[in-house]
């Protein structure tokens, strides 16, 4: 597993996520991790301050779809930020590569295209134990957690950087 080699000076944010509004996209392909994902997410969310009913949970058939529903809930203009989580894990064919590729692909082309950040929480992994390893219960290594911890952070910078403009 990849290692954050952290400065010891590191800058942390003081996030505060009253008032943010989240839309969590979730595949259902691999749901047994996308749902420890999602209770993650939850968590890391909660944890900044985002209060649970400004957070709406969109269910799609898999990673592939997740860049189409990041688009019509982030040109939506009903959220501040949009979360998108699933698990692609190597098979035995291609298809793989396909899949995990596009979806980073259009994940990133949305946030560029809206103005919406769309935090990527989709584990590219693999096998089985690797996405388990990064989808771990509370107080374990949890990808949807940062995600929704890095959400409320790029709100933050995005109205910062907006309101300097004005």
Same mark, same amino acid.
């Given at each position: 597993m990849a290692t954050d080699a952290a400065s010891p000076d590191r800058t942390v944010p003081d996030l505060d996520g009253t008032g943010v509004r989240i839309a969590i996209l979730c595949g259902r392909f691999n749901d047994h991790i996308t749902n420890r994902l999602l209770a993650g997410a939850r968590r890391g969310l909660e944890n900044v301050g985002v209060d649970a009913a400004d957070v709406t949970v969109t269910w799609?058939?898999?990673?592939f779809e997740l860049p189409f529903a990041a688009k019509?809930?982030?040109e939506s203009g009903a959220f501040d930020a949009v979360i998108v989580l699933g698990a692609v894990i190597r098979g035995e064919t291609t298809h793989y590569?396909?899949?995990?590729?596009?979806?980073?692909?259009?994940? *990133?082309?949305?946030q560029l295209a809206t103005g919406v950040p769309v935090l990527f929480g989709v584990l590219t992994t693999e096998n089985?134990? *690797?996405?388990l390893a !990064?989808?771990?219960e509370p107080g374990g290594h949890n990808v949807g957690e940062e995600c929704g911890r890095g959400a409320v952070?790029?709100?933050?910078?995005? !109205?910062?950087v907006r309101a300097r403009m004005r």
């Open positions: 799609v058939p898999g990673a019509v809930h982030a590569e396909l899949v995990a590729g596009e979806c980073g692909r259009g994940v *990133q082309d949305v089985l134990d *690797q996405a !990064r989808s771990e952070e790029m709100v933050g910078i995005a !109205r910062a």
